[in-house]
Nanobody, 127 residues
Framework: QVYPVESGGGLVQAGGSLRLSCAAS????????MGWFRQAPGKEREFVAV????????VYADSVKGRFTISRDNAKNTVYLQMSSLKPEDTAVYYC????????????????????WGQGTQVTVSS
């Protein structure tokens, strides 16, 4: 079991950058796929990015491709989401999620595929 805790959210102007961190407990962190999702007011939770257990398989939502970078440090049990060129439409609560994925093909991109979720961190981008 790997329980995630997000940090790093805040208020930033359009065009700025933020780095979110997700620290996860558990001795088998390296066996888990780690995903980022976000939810804006009045909207459904949407997929942002995912990195598989080895770090070799990464997928981004089209809306963030080229602006966001996901990475992981298994020695620190932490996954990061570097966000650049932020836009007001990136404003949302960002959630980190985990699921045991070692040895499985592909990466999980749907919220219902994940077992554990963090409490979320607010990101607000002003225009």
């Amino acid at each position: 079991q790997v329980y995630p805790v997000e940090s790093g959210g805040g208020l930033v102007q359009a065009g700025g950058s933020l780095r979110l961190s997700c620290a996860a407990s558990g001795r088998t962190f390296s066996s888990y796929a780690m995903g980022w999702f976000r939810q804006a007011p009045g909207k459904e939770r949407e997929f942002v990015a995912v990195i598989n257990w080895s770090g070799r398989n990464i997928v981004y939502a089209d809306s963030v491709k080229g602006r966001f970078t996901i990475s992981r440090d298994n020695a620190k049990n932490t996954v990061y989401l570097q966000m650049s060129s932020l836009k007001p439409e990136d404003t949302a609560v960002y959630y980190c999620a985990t699921v045991l994925w070692a040895g499985r093909a592909g990466v999980p991109q749907m919220a219902q595929q994940y077992d554990y979720w963090g409490q979320g961190t607010q990101v607000t981008v002003s225009s």
